[in-house]
Nanobody
């Protein structure tokens, strides 16, 4: 059973930084995709950043140049370094994982079977 646990959320002022972590257990596939999604009140869940098991990364346009997704050396920890935060980044952030093929990660929530409980990020102006 795959379990994901996020941490690192909090409240910051506009222009600030946060680093989210997601600890994964039970993910033993050699090919996988892990994605950070976020969901603001009244909005759909959107993919923010994804990383394939081969190291390829993908970002949504609104965070390119500001957010960086990475994995720890043991590959059981996923990170999201967030810089230059603005109020539009305010949301609940979720870590998600799925066994994958060779294609690029996709930001489609329904195809990810494993989810963490989420961590709140609030950016004030």
């Amino acid at each position: 059973q795959v379990q994901l646990l996020e941490s690192g959320g909090g409240s910051v002022q506009s222009g600030g930084s946060l680093r989210l972590s997601c600890t994964a257990s039970g993910l033993y596939s050699s090919r996988y995709c892990m994605v950070w999604f976020r969901q603001a009140p009244g909005k759909e869940r959107e993919g923010v950043a994804g990383i394939h098991s081969d190291g390829r990364t993908k970002y949504t346009d609104s965070v390119k140049g500001r957010f960086t997704i990475s994995q720890g050396d043991a590959r059981n920890t996923l990170y999201l370094q967030m810089e230059s935060l603005n109020p539009d980044d305010t949301a609940m952030y979720f870590c998600a994982a799925a066994n994958w093929g060779t294609a690029e990660c996709q930001f489609i929530p329904m195809i990810f079977p494993f989810w963490g409980q989420g961590t709140q990020v609030t950016v004030s102006s």
